[in-house]
């Protein structure tokens, strides 16, 4: 309201507990930049660092990669502290967040970070956008499943598809076992994928 009504902008933020308060946010000069970059909590403030890395080998990821947040904070010390949030950078340093590794999918003691799976999925050329959810399984536990939006103007996927295109991109753990193209993912207010209308599409 107060931007469509009074012009003034408003920007996210992002900080955490594990980083003792705020560890990015937008500049004057930033802020110019708020519609191009949508969605983003800014890029780290001065004199702190950030990094994207692999949830599984915690090696630093590529621009544009998601994975776990790292960050370097002087006022808690000098080693880099790491949440459980899960985001990606961009080629200028704008961070991105994408949900959390805490909704990891244990498929038979391997884990699944969805989110991870979902940006793959959204390289597809066919693909809008992916979101993934745990559905039972009673060998493994539990196993992945994804909801596709079709890219606007497209064909839907096939299954087939989406299977062939991630297994040479994913370890075959991480492939979902059912897909699903809607027309809308089920969400929530907040734009994060809801869970139950999730789970109703593979019941």
């Given at each position: 309201?107060?931007?469509?009504?009074?012009?003034?902008?408003?920007a996210?933020?992002?900080g955490?507990?594990?980083?003792?308060?705020?560890?990015?946010?937008?500049?004057?000069?930033?802020?110019?930049?708020?519609?191009?970059?949508?969605?983003?909590?800014?890029?780290?403030?001065?004199?702190?660092?950030?990094?994207?890395?692999?949830?599984?080998?915690?090696?630093?990821?590529?621009?544009g990669?998601?994975?776990?947040?790292?960050?370097?904070?002087?006022?808690?010390?000098?080693?880099?502290?790491?949440?459980?949030?899960?985001?990606?950078?961009?080629e200028?340093?704008?961070?991105?967040?994408?949900?959390?590794?805490?909704?990891?999918?244990?498929?038979?003691?391997?884990?699944?970070?969805?989110?991870?799976?979902?940006?793959?999925?959204?390289?597809?050329p066919?693909?809008?956008?992916?979101a993934?959810?745990g559905?039972?399984?009673?060998?493994?536990?539990?196993?992945?499943?994804?909801?596709?939006?079709?890219?606007?103007?497209?064909?839907?996927?096939?299954?087939?598809?989406?299977?062939?295109?991630?297994?040479?991109?994913?370890?075959?753990?991480?492939?979902?076992?059912?897909?699903?193209?809607?027309?809308?993912?089920?969400?929530?207010?907040?734009?994060?994928?809801?869970?139950?209308?999730?789970?109703?599409?593979?019941?």
């Amino acid at each position: 309201m107060l931007e469509e009504d009074y012009g003034i902008p408003v920007a996210e933020f992002y900080g955490a507990t594990e980083f003792a308060g705020i560890i990015t946010g937008w500049t004057s000069a930033d802020l110019k930049l708020l519609t191009a970059k949508r969605g983003s909590v800014g890029r780290a403030l001065p004199g702190i660092q950030i990094r994207v890395v692999s949830s599984e080998t915690g090696a630093p990821l590529p621009v544009g990669q998601t994975g776990l947040v790292e960050a370097l904070v002087p006022r808690i010390g000098p080693e880099w502290a790491r949440t459980n949030d899960l985001a990606r950078l961009d080629e200028a340093g704008f961070l991105y967040l994408e949900g959390r590794a805490d909704d990891a999918i244990l498929r038979g003691g391997f884990k699944v970070i969805p989110e991870e799976v979902a940006a793959v999925l959204r390289t597809h050329p066919k693909v809008g956008d992916a979101a993934l959810i745990g559905i039972p399984d009673e060998r493994v536990g539990m196993v992945p499943a994804a909801a596709i939006e079709k890219r606007a103007g497209g064909s839907a996927p096939t299954s087939q598809e989406l299977e062939e295109f991630l297994r040479s991109r994913l370890p075959a753990y991480k492939i979902p076992v059912r897909f699903a193209v809607v027309d809308e993912i089920p969400r929530t207010e907040s734009m994060k994928p809801r869970r139950e209308g999730m789970r109703a599409l593979f019941r």
